[in-house]
T-cell receptor, first 111, second 115 residues
Framework: DGGITQSPKYLFRKEGQNVTLSCEQN?????MYWYRQDPGQGLRLIYY???????QKGDIAEGYSVSREKKESFPLTVTSAQKNPTAFYLC??????????FGEGSWLTVV | GENVEQHPSTLSVQEGDSAVIKCTYS??????FPWYKQELGKRPQLIID?????GEKKDQRIAVTLNKTAKHFSLHITETQPEDSAVYFC??????????????FGKGTKLSVKP
């Protein structure tokens, strides 16, 4: 919702480059998530963090990395090891009761 | 782990008709079932959710029903309007924590409401 800010909105990556997507929240939510969305594939979990300085792999973590040094921030790095990174990336936050709220999303394209 | 199947993948209705989207889940421990609406190019937004201690929940033209025995839940939209056109996602989670507490999403249903 309004308290989750993702940037940039659009990002172009060259082959072999690492890129970092930013996600900041001011909702004071403990949990933060990164999802990837491809056409017809729904939403797939990349990484999640339930608390500062701790994070866990989701279903499609290969080729991605994250950090959670602050409660408000959960950046996602798409590394060169991710061979098909073109997708819509959604950051989300949660209160711990399963309900999650999404940011506006970031479009990543490989050029 | 949990697996969520969603049907149909596309649904076209006439304005004013009802629309029903169905989901099944595999993990009997799941007890939280939200529905999200995603308009083209925008983020998914929570429109309604249900927990396993109730069988039905309504919010104006939207309702969700849950059958825990059969492990399926459905979204019902009555008196559809063109602005209901979007992709709808169902999801399931076990709210008792751990990695099982993460939402598992269906693949989505693209609803088109024709004026």
């Amino acid at each position: 919702d309004g308290g989750i800010t993702q940037s940039p909105k659009y990002l172009f990556r060259k082959e072999g480059q690492n890129v970092t997507l930013s996600c900041e929240q001011n909702l004071n939510h403990d949990a933060m998530y990164w999802y990837r969305q491809d056409p017809g594939q729904g939403l797939r979990l990349i990484y999640y963090s339930q608390i500062v300085n701790d994070f866990q792999k989701g279903d499609i973590a290969e080729g991605y990395s994250v950090s959670r040094e602050k409660k408000e921030s959960f950046p996602l790095t798409v590394t060169s090891a991710q061979k098909n990174p073109t997708a819509f990336y959604l950051c989300a936050t949660g209160t711990g009761m399963n309900t999650i709220y999404f940011g506006e999303g970031s479009w990543l394209t490989v050029v | 782990g949990e697996n969520v199947e969603q049907h149909p993948s596309t649904l076209s209705v006439q304005e004013g008709d009802s629309a029903v989207i169905k989901c099944t889940y595999s993990d009997s421990a799941s007890n939280y079932f939200p529905w999200y609406k995603q308009e083209l190019g925008k983020r998914p937004q929570l429109i309604i959710d249900i927990r396993s201690n109730v069988g039905e929940k309504k919010d104006q033209r939207i309702a969700v029903t849950l059958n825990k025995t059969a492990k399926h839940f459905s979204l019902h939209i009555t008196e559809t309007q063109p602005e209901d056109s979007a992709v709808y996602f169902c999801a399931a989670a076990d709210s008792n924590g751990g990695s099982q507490g993460n939402l598992i999403f269906g693949k989505g249903t693209k609803l088109s409401v024709k004026p």
